[in-house]
């Protein structure tokens, strides 16, 4: 519940809005409450002989008869108290005493609920005198046209309610998935790798809706039909008080079984999202690999294990259905069940048991209750438990928010390690040197990638560093960007540590070209200009024909305007890696991080952006990882890593006579490019 509240608080800045709402919602059951008014008139003109106006003086001559007998008896009363009074004292006066001052005090009540009446009915006879005409059809006839403008009156003011919640609502979310975006945006690298992409998509969208059906509940019929219910309950105590409590008297067993069954709710919509989320990861992977699973004929097994998540997750959608369906007919049969009863007495006291206003010794009423009356308290009390049915799949539908926004907080309550530090001193364009000191990096504890790392690079150097795969290279240069922090150690530029620096203006001097080239499904252009927005196209034609990608790109179909398709999907391997090499270039780093940036490029291309590199090159930090030999030719020198250690730092010569591991992979390249 109190993430729920945390996500209410995204409606505060639209407080107003929902201020309107609320004033829409009591409107609305002012006049959803008096409409049930008009049933008592209705009866008298059909079931009498009587205009309204002879109705209401006939009713005002029978409440100002019951006023001089109750004013003769409180007289009586007050001289048989005093008698009392002056008995002798003792347990005989006192209990007569009591007895009389208990029948005063009833008489004067009663009195006065009398005077009260009369006042009223005084009051309703000008109003009926001045509005409604003699005829008893023609005044049949403007109560139920009273009825229908009260109707349109009472949607007109629905209708707003409903719009004004809707718009807060969606207001709210919007704010809340940007602030969720934001958030993610900022989370740490390896928190993407760990909890997959699949787990965000599913509480960006399902779990965010279902939030939204939380607050829409909440903000929406949590207002409107309590409300509504209170209307009716008023006029039904203005007619007896005493059969709205009989009715009122389930309404905590109907709150303790609407919290069992919320509990309930709550705990299934969790375990809900939490398959959803399974849906969303196995959609991902069969997608995103499609080619694997139809080059391994792997179609059926992923058919079965989609199957299998989507009935996991019918289960778990039918408890919540289910958990949702009984809360209704529950409700309602507690809700029929209190207005039989209250009939049930209120129909004695109209055919005369208890002379109209007893039930037993039970004083229910304070005037005979009328069979029009009777009537008009049915329909009221029936209308109290429309709204109260209602309410009880609103209850469901808020713990599902409930659910549904601890899922969400979870991850805008999560802290990055890599923190933005905008107040750490900002790092020059061109550093004198890079130093990785006493490295030791893991992203599992007790599992080491990177073990002592020390290595010092200077401004303009160009390092390559080889290895076997898994021996950490990737994991080296990403402490760069600061996708991660070392564990222990520190990776410093001029002697300032990147930990303490300011994070921005170390990623605005660093530029990335990959083996798994990522694009957008965007224009080629803006794929390229990906790397300075404030480019212009000059800028970006210039930097793709250094990378050698203007032939290639001026020969789509629509130029540098061509839609690059979900993760390039329309572009080859080369032309994506020659468009990533632009990206980079555009970017004018003074750090280059090149990850197996040839990979996908043949020997010609390779040699040319070899060309373009060195030309690229001066003047920057660059550092290559790579299995290919003449890709060394470019660097200055080479590191060589294994198991998460440097064995050794030279040039392609020094490292071939003093370095068994790296003459080993040495060989095992040369023996590939014989093969």
């Not at 250094?546 to 979900?566: C, F, N, R, S, V």
């Amino acid at each position: 519940m109190r993430n729920f509240l945390r996500a209410l608080r995204f409606a505060w800045p639209y407080r107003y809005r929902v201020l309107v709402s609320v004033a829409c919602a009591v409107l609305a059951a002012v006049f959803w409450s008096l409409n049930f008014t008009a049933i008592y008139p209705v009866l008298k003109i059909i079931g009498s002989g009587d205009n309204l106006q002879t109705w209401i003086e006939n009713t005002i001559t029978k409440t100002a008869a019951l006023i001089e007998p109750s004013q003769k008896k409180i007289a009586d009363l007050n001289q048989e108290e005093i008698k009392v009074k002056l008995m002798p004292p003792g347990e005989a006066r006192d209990t007569l005493l009591r007895k009389k001052t208990a029948e005063l005090a009833q008489e004067e009540s009663k009195l006065e609920s009398a005077r009260t009446a009369l006042y009223w009915y005084q009051v309703l006879k000008r109003y009926i005198d001045k509005i409604f005409p003699i005829d008893r059809f023609n005044t049949l006839a403007m109560v139920i046209g009273l009825v229908v403008l009260g109707v349109a009156i009472k949607g007109f003011f629905e209708f707003w309610q409903e719009s004004l919640v809707g718009n807060v609502v969606n207001l709210s979310l919007y704010d809340i998935r940007n602030r969720f975006y934001r958030k993610a945006l900022h989370l740490d690298v390896n928190n993407f790798s760990q909890n997959g992409t699949h787990e965000l998509m599913a509480r960006f969208t399902n779990d965010t809706e279902l939030l939204g059906t939380g607050i829409k509940t909440l903000l929406g019929k949590v207002v409107a039909e309590p409300l509504r219910a209170l209307g009716c309950v008023a006029i039904a105590c203005w007619i007896s008080w005493q059969l709205t409590l009989m009715f009122l008297v389930l309404v905590p067993f109907a709150l303790y079984i609407l919290t069992r069954v919320g509990r309930s709710m709550k705990r299934a919509t969790r375990r809900l999202l939490e398959r959803m989320s399974t849906i969303y990861k196995i959609l991902q992977e069969s997608f995103v690999g499609i080619r694997i699973v139809k080059a391994f004929t792997n179609e059926a097994n992923e058919r079965r294990r989609f199957q299998s998540a989507t009935k996991e997750y019918y289960n778990k959608a039918m408890l919540v259905v289910n958990l949702d369906a009984l809360a209704g007919p529950v409700i309602e049969v507690l809700g029929v069940a209190a207005v039989a009863g209250a009939l049930l007495v209120g129909a004695h006291l109209v055919l005369g048991g208890g002379g109209g206003t007893h039930l037993g010794p039970i004083r229910l009423t304070d005037t005979p209750l009328e069979a029009e009356s009777l009537l008009q308290l049915y329909a009221l009390l029936a209308a109290i438990a429309d709204p109260v049915r209602k309410l009880s799949s609103v209850f469901t539908r808020i713990q599902s928010g409930f659910a549904a926004a601890d899922r969400i907080f979870q991850y805008l309550d999560q802290q990055p390690k890599v923190r933005q530090n905008n107040t750490g001193p900002v790092l020059r364009r061109h550093q004198e040197s890079i130093e990785f000191r006493d490295v030791c990096f893991s992203y599992d504890p007790g599992h080491p990638i990177l073990t002592g790392i020390d290595l010092t690079v200077r401004h303009g150097e160009t390092i390559a560093l080889v290895g076997k795969n898994g021996c950490g290279k990737s994991t080296m240069l990403g402490l760069l960007p600061r996708f991660y922090d070392p564990d222990h150690g520190s990776v410093l530029i001029d002697g300032i540590d990147l930990r303490v620096a300011n994070l921005r203006s170390l990623r605005q001097q660093v530029a990335l070209v990959t083996q798994d080239t990522v694009l957008f499904d965007q224009t080629i252009f803006n794929n390229i200009a990906y790397g300075n927005k404030w480019s212009v196209p000059e800028d970006v034609e210039r930097a793709a024909r250094q990378a050698h990608a203007h032939d290639i790109i001026t020969k789509l179909p629509q130029g540098y305007q061509t839609m690059a398709g979900e993760a390039g999907v329309k572009l080859s391997g080369g032309q994506k890696q020659r468009i990533a090499m632009a990206r980079a270039l555009l970017r004018d780093p003074s750090i280059l991080i090149l990850d197996e940036f040839t990979s996908q490029a043949d020997a010609e291309a390779e040699m040319e952006v070899h060309r373009i590199l060195r030309e690229f090159m001066r003047g920057r930090t660059t550092f290559v990882i790579t299995h290919r030999l003449n890709t060394l030719e470019i660097a200055d020198r080479i590191v060589v890593l294994d198991a998460g250690r440097i064995v050794a730092v030279g040039t392609h010569a020094e490292l071939l006579q003093s370095c068994g591991v790296y003459q080993r992979l040495h060989e095992a390249q040369f023996q590939r490019l014989a093969a």
